[in-house]
């Protein structure tokens, strides 16, 4: 039975019928396609630099996971810039350090097929959403102002939205699903 959504705790941890501290709420909630509410463990990941220079073409991407301090914001711009000049996607990937579904996709992106697909096609941006969730409505509108994690947009180069995973539902996490994903949209 999948739980109701005052069960499930927001970005901060606390139940989602708590009042949020600041900006949307972000909620863990289970792909439709990983067949499980089980939450996987939470693993600490390595923290990204925070440069906010974009990937050149099949170069070596950052550490993938959620850097707090990171720059969210010039990571993001850089980005955008870059793909308006290499005319790639931008992928934004938010998620925290305590979702157990964006521990998951993180070691999916250190497939070296994933991690091909993704220096090939896009400029690759993880947003934490503890530190950042302010940017969420941003690139993601919700009617609600929660928003289940990990959270998918792919932007055009044009700075437009190609796709955001709260409308459509996540892909699945495994390397074979979740690199169909990325070549459907980067087409």
């Not at 949020?20 to 972000?26: I, L, M």
């Not at 089980?38 to 220079?53: D, H, I, L």
């Not at 996971?65 to 914001?73: N, R, Y």
């Amino acid at each position: 039975m999948a739980p109701s959504p005052s069960d499930l705790p927001s970005a901060t941890g606390a139940p989602s019928s708590a009042p949020p501290s600041k900006g949307p709420t972000a909620t863990r909630k289970p792909s439709a396609t990983t067949g499980s509410s089980k939450k996987p463990a939470a693993t600490s990941a390595p923290a990204r630099p925070s440069t906010g220079r974009p990937q050149q073409p099949g170069a070596p991407l950052p550490p993938i996971g959620f850097d707090p301090k990171a720059d969210a914001k010039a990571q993001i711009a850089a980005a955008r810039a870059a793909a308006k000049a290499d005319n790639r996607k931008v992928l934004l990937e938010f998620g925290a350090t305590w979702c157990g579904y964006c521990t998951t996709l993180n070691k999916t992106l250190r497939d070296p097929s994933v991690q091909a697909e993704l220096a090939a096609s896009y400029h690759f941006v993880q947003i934490d959403t503890d530190s950042h969730g302010d940017l969420l409505p941003q690139y993601a509108p919700s009617s609600s102002g929660s928003y289940g994690l990990p959270l998918i947009v792919i932007l055009n180069p044009d700075g437009s939205t190609r796709v955001a995973t709260n409308k459509t539902g996540n892909p699945g996490l495994d390397v074979a699903s979740f690199l169909a994903f990325l070549k459907k949209w980067a087409a």
